[in-house]
């Protein structure tokens, strides 16, 4: 497994109960003062710059260094030679799985070229990087980054499917109308039944509004099309909530074959002896 992987199956583990613990937004009532209060003052805090500072907190010296040294290139050029710069930027951020900083990064090359691509890609990494963040403030200022470059994406291609996968999933995590987000997803998996993300998406939501046997059919068809450990797992805690023990354990012990990983395959083994008795 790569690191990436082994990083996402960890905080899969940590997650799940808060996952089935926390209220969808929208679906409670919320100070919209307060909550517009905390947005600007995200918006004031997290920065292209002040984002990088923070990661490189959290990275080997050497690398910080290499960085902080192309990011001096960067703020010297323009044009077609800053973009590659950028790009470059971009990738060392992605070999080391940090993707708060690539999300601004994309968002400025899509400011100097707007392209659907930048936008596309921004909009990811903004999403892939609030996903799994414990920093709420944070998480809050991506997620609507990600809304933003999402929003900006479908503006350029309104029938990219990529980018309405991503929007929905954003607005379902990010706004007070979650339905609006799920609409989207709906329609994309009218249209493309097999999408993996727009599925997964749904099947988590439904896992978080405990509409456990939504969930079981969406991620049988995730396994069914590109087994993997995160998608069996899930399975496993749908099956394992409707009381279908045998199922769970055969769910989890699929994942624990795809992670390998021994924090998961510990976890897995301590599910499935409870289930077993």
Same mark, same amino acid.
């Given at each position: 497994m790569n690191t990436k992987q082994i990083i996402v199956l960890v905080i899969v583990v940590a997650l799940m109960g808060a996952l089935l613990a926390r209220p969808i937004k929208g679906l409670v009532t919320e100070n919209k003062a307060t909550t517009a209060s905390a947005a600007s003052a995200s918006s004031s805090a997290f920065n292209f710059q002040s984002v990088s500072d923070l990661t490189k907190q959290t990275i080997n010296a050497g690398l910080a260094q290499e960085i902080t040294a192309l990011e001096a290139?960067? %703020?010297? =050029?323009?044009?077609?030679?800053? /973009?590659?710069?950028?790009? &470059?930027?971009a990738k060392k951020w992605d070999d080391?799985?940090?993707?708060?900083? #690539?999300?601004? /990064?994309?968002?400025?090359? =899509?400011? /100097?070229?707007? *392209?659907?691509?930048?936008?596309?890609k921004a909009g990811d990494a903004f999403r892939s990087?609030?996903? $799994?963040? #414990?920093?709420?403030?944070? %998480?809050?200022?991506?997620?609507?980054?990600?809304?933003?470059?999402?929003?900006?994406?479908?503006?350029l291609d309104g029938n990219n499917l990529d980018a309405k996968t991503g929007l929905g999933a954003a607005m379902v995590t990010g706004t007070n109308n979650p339905m609006a987000g799920i609409a989207l997803l709906r329609e994309v998996v009218a249209k493309d039944p097999k999408n993996i993300q727009a599925n997964k998406t749904l099947g988590l939501f439904s896992l978080q509004s405990r509409q456990f046997d939504k969930a079981i059919e969406r991620f049988k068809t995730i396994v069914e099309l590109k087994p993997d450990a995160?998608?069996?797992?899930?399975? %496993?805690?749908?099956? &394992? $909530?409707?009381?279908? *023990?045998?199922?769970?354990?055969? %769910?989890? #012990?699929?994942?624990?074959?795809?992670a390998a990983d021994p924090s998961l395959s510990q976890f897995i083994d301590r599910r499935v002896e409870e289930l077993s008795k």
């Open positions: 290139k960067v %703020a010297d =050029a323009s044009g077609q030679e800053k /973009i590659a710069l950028l790009e &470059e930027l080391l799985a940090k993707y708060a900083p #690539q999300g601004f /990064i994309y968002e400025e090359m =899509a400011k /100097i070229s707007p *392209k659907f691509e930048y936008w596309l990087a609030y996903t $799994n963040l #414990q920093d709420t403030a944070m %998480a809050t200022e991506l997620n609507r980054l990600a809304i933003q470059s999402y929003e900006h994406a479908t503006e995160e998608s069996y797992f899930y399975l %496993a805690t749908g099956y &394992e $909530n409707i009381g279908l *023990k045998n199922e769970a354990i055969a %769910a989890f #012990q699929k994942s624990k074959e795809l």
